[in-house]
């Protein structure tokens, strides 16, 4: 887990804003090999998209090969409703972009078969090979896309009913009038952020810092499905001081020192580049098939599972408890 300590929202934005797009540069996308981007909706990562389009617009990226994947959306509300996450996608991001129309992939919360479009947008997922880096934002509960406290950490794509405090969170975009929320969105699930090759979420605020303490400090946990985070091998969580002040001093400390020590090496914990390349193929990409490609991160096994596997008769056996037999303390003093 890298924990980035920046001073406000404006630097933690821009430190991601800057990663990705070094992401992305190292990447070398071609049509062939896109480079696949989950992407997560909120007021967070607004800044984010803001210094994306600028450095866009300054020619220092380009998403010509950048194919998207967004977290969640709502369901019930239409496409073009301002609260929308497809309005959302195009307001803050893709309409000042040049990523094509044909590699953008938003859930549809108004498909006839909603199951049937949790299953596809899966498979379309696999089908580029899977998530490069999956960006995110959280809820002040700890929730990841819309990955609510109690989702199966094994959790997949799926129609989600929103927590009361999610509900209450979002209503601001609703002009604070909670009937207008919607209470059900589709969103991927929590296994789905797992798979991606690299997770990035940025948390900024005092209201999260609960969340971030539990994440960081607490063990895995479904009532924080951020925590799942410590089953992955490369995650990144950004934050900006105020999310830190629920952490131990020496937590904070910890993970500043260990970001100035790979900096003084002259390096920033670089990735392997399995995970920065991405599975290189020649010619088109190939749906991958689910049992042959297994995901990277499975699902959380009991921890149970591997004890009992092993025979019984490998535990040491151990003799039966005499039976107790009262007695006096002077018998076992031995006679002068
Ligand atoms: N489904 C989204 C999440 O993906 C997002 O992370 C969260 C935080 O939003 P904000 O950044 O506005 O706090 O909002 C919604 O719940």
Not at 112 to 135: M, Q, S, T
Request: hydrophobic residues 40%; charged residues 20%.
């Amino acid at each position: 887990m890298r924990l980035i300590i920046r001073e406000d929202p404006a630097a933690a934005s821009a430190y991601i804003a800057k990663y990705i797009i070094d992401r992305i540069k190292t990447f070398n996308p071609t049509a062939e090999h896109p480079f696949v981007l989950g992407l997560p909706t909120g007021s967070s990562p607004v800044k984010i998209y803001q210094i994306l389009v600028e450095k866009y617009k300054a020619s220092e990226i380009s998403f010509e090969h950048v194919v998207t994947f967004n977290m969640d959306e709502y369901i019930g509300i239409p496409r073009e409703h301002p609260e929308s996450y497809h309005t959302f996608m195009y307001k803050h991001f893709f309409s000042h972009v040049n990523v094509h129309p044909k590699n953008i992939h938003i859930l549809n919360g108004n498909a006839p078969d909603l199951e049937a479009e949790c299953v596809a947008y899966e498979a379309a997922i696999k089908a580029h090979g899977g998530i490069d880096l999956f960006l995110g934002g959280i809820g002040p509960d700890g929730h990841i896309a819309f990955n609510e406290p109690g989702s199966s950490l094994a959790s997949r794509t799926r129609v989600k009913t929103l927590a009361y405090d999610t509900i209450l969170a979002n209503s601001r975009f609703f002009g604070n009038d909670l009937d207008k929320v919607p209470k059900m969105a589709l969103t991927v699930g929590v296994q789905t952020v797992l798979e991606a090759r690299e997770v990035v979420i940025i948390i900024t605020g005092a209201h999260k810092a609960l969340a971030l303490q539990k994440c960081i400090e607490g063990g895995v946990n479904h009532m924080w499905t951020l925590s799942s985070l410590q089953l992955h091998p490369h995650p990144m969580i950004v934050v900006d001081e105020d999310a830190t002040l629920e952490l131990q001093v020496k937590t904070v400390k910890y993970f500043k020192s260990i970001e100035a020590v790979a900096a003084s090496q002259g390096f920033e914990q670089i990735l392997p580049s399995s995970a920065r390349t991405g599975p290189r193929k020649t010619g088109h990409v190939e749906p991958i098939q689910t049992d042959k490609h297994s995901p990277s991160i499975q699902s959380p096994q009991p921890l149970t599972s591997t004890l009992l596997a092993a025979p019984a008769t490998e535990y040491p056996v151990r003799s039966h408890t005499p039976e107790l037999v009262p007695d006096r303390m002077g018998s076992r003093i031995s006679a002068f």
